[in-house]
């Protein structure tokens, strides 16, 4: 079954509104989360990584002011786009390390389409 | 400089035939794992195969084994007596410990699968 999970799957919203994405791990606890960007026919570009109890990371070239991370419990954490623009339109997925027999692997949420009209 | 590297854009491959896809990656940490997915078009991401840098035997799952060759720094995914259903993106990632845990991915090889 799902490890992670996303919502919404789809959202549709007008220029300038703000959307917010939720990323949970289910069955496990996530101190960290990651956050990505794919745009179509490309690879995955990591976003930010969030950290419950403190402050997102971002990757270069990534303006915190407009993705707002939030992560506010061990199986939340929450990517807000703000006043979004058609260029937002992209998949956004998550993800979160989980440790099994040792061994650490990430398991990704089922994405979220995101289209600015 | 590309960190993890696949140069094949797209593959085709007979059904029931055994497949490679490439991947390279660069890094300078002792301590690293490398992942495979696969990401239909649902664009769901699922998760392969993993093969940490100290690992001693190749990793296996089932039709996916890993090509691990350290010193050349390759690690090549190969799928066994391919199905219908193997056809999608496949994406090479590599996470190194002194990165915090975040993957970094390849540019995605697509995979077709001919009946």
Known sequence: GAVVSQHPSWVICKS????????RSL??????MF????????????MATSNEGSKATYEQGVEKDKFLINHASLTLSTLTVTS?????????????????????TQYFGPGTRLLVL | A???TQTQPGMFVQEKEAVTLDCTYDTSDPSYGLFWYKQPSS???????????????????????????????????????????????????????NQG???????????SVKP
């Not at chain 2, 093969?51 to 001693?56: A, N, R």
């Not at chain 2, 060759?69 to 259903?85: D, E, F, T």
């Open chain 1, 16 to 23: 300038g509104t703000s959307v917010k994405i939720e990323c």
């Open chain 1, 27 to 32: 069955d496990f606890q996530a101190t960290t």
């Open chain 1, 35 to 46: 956050w990505y960007r794919q745009f179509p026919k490309q690879s995955l570009m990591l």
């Open chain 1, 84 to 104: 979004a623009h058609p260029e937002d339109s992209s998949f956004y997925i998550c993800s979160a390390p989980k440790t099994s027999g040792g061994a650490e």
């Open chain 2, 2 to 4: 590309q960190k993890i």
């Open chain 2, 43 to 97: 664009g769901e991401m699922i998760f392969l195969i993993y093969q940490g840098s100290y690992d001693q035997q190749n990793a296996t799952e089932g039709r996916y084994s890993l090509n691990f060759q350290k010193a050349r720094k390759s690690a090549n995914l190969v799928i066994s007596a391919s199905q219908l259903g193997d056809s999608a993106m496949y994406f090479c990632a590599m996470r190194e410990r």
């Open chain 2, 101 to 111: 845990g975040k993957l970094i991915f390849g540019q995605g090889t697509e995979l």
